[in-house]
């Protein structure tokens, strides 16, 4: 049987224990899928690279070295097979810390994807109604220029969308309006 997106979902709720980790995992397969649609890739692949990136963030928290690498064993050890594709994903996004370098569109993707879903919350959460509906692209990126707000949100991977053919604009408008159809599950 194919692994499927209710599989990749019963897993990272089996083992990431925040919540806040399965927003920012369901906020980047959302925007990974947008991206696959406006690049004419797989919206599925793309989807559960996105969904799965951080499945073992528990464990590898204090040990950068093995981000994406346990992912990489879990996802071997179960009995359908997942996409070669879809772990390469994931461990490119985790590039830096693996010696890796990243080559093909979705490892782009991926990175960018992550990184922008921090940014868009937080940007969020500075409107008096928190809601991801008063966000506009031009405020993602006008906070992004500020070096002190959320500092954590690595700029430089943001700006791996222009690669990809974005602007940091229209990618921060086309993340927005993906993270808004899942805003209830976000709570933003
Ligand atoms: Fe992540």
């Known amino acids: 049987m194919a692994f499927t997106r209710e599989q990749a979902f019963q897993l990272i709720q089996d083992h990431l224990k925040s919540d806040m980790l399965v927003k920012h995992?369901?906020?980047?397969?959302?925007?990974?899928?947008h991206l696959a649609g406006k690049l004419g890739h797989d919206v599925d692949t793309w989807g559960l690279a996105g969904l799965l990136h951080d499945l073992d963030y528990n464990e590898t928290k204090d040990d950068m070295a093995n981000h994406g690498l346990i992912t990489t064993a879990v996802l071997d050890a179960l009995?359908?097979?997942?996409?070669?594709?879809?772990?390469?994903?994931?461990?490119?996004?985790?590039?830096?810390n693996l010696g890796l370098t990243r080559t093909s569109p979705i490892d782009l993707a991926i990175t960018c994807a992550e990184t922008i879903t921090g940014l868009v919350a937080a940007t969020a959460l500075v409107y008096p109604d928190k809601k991801l509906a008063s966000v506009k692209p031009k405020s993602v990126t006008k906070r992004m220029k500020e070096k002190?707000?959320?500092?954590?949100?690595?700029?430089?991977?943001?700006?791996?969308?222009?690669?990809?053919?974005?602007?940091?604009?229209?990618?921060?408008?086309?993340?927005?309006?993906?993270?808004?159809?899942?805003?209830?599950?976000?709570?933003?």
Do not use: W, Y
């Open 25 to 33: 995992s369901l906020a980047t397969e959302v925007i990974m899928r």
């Open 79 to 96: 009995d359908d097979p997942v996409s070669e594709e879809i772990k390469s994903a994931i461990r490119a996004h985790n590039a830096e």
């Open 148 to 188: 002190h707000f959320a500092q954590g949100v690595n700029r430089d991977h943001i700006r791996l969308c222009e690669q990809l053919g974005f602007s940091v604009d229209d990618f921060a408008a086309l993340s927005i309006e993906a993270m808004k159809e899942i805003s209830d599950q976000l709570g933003l």
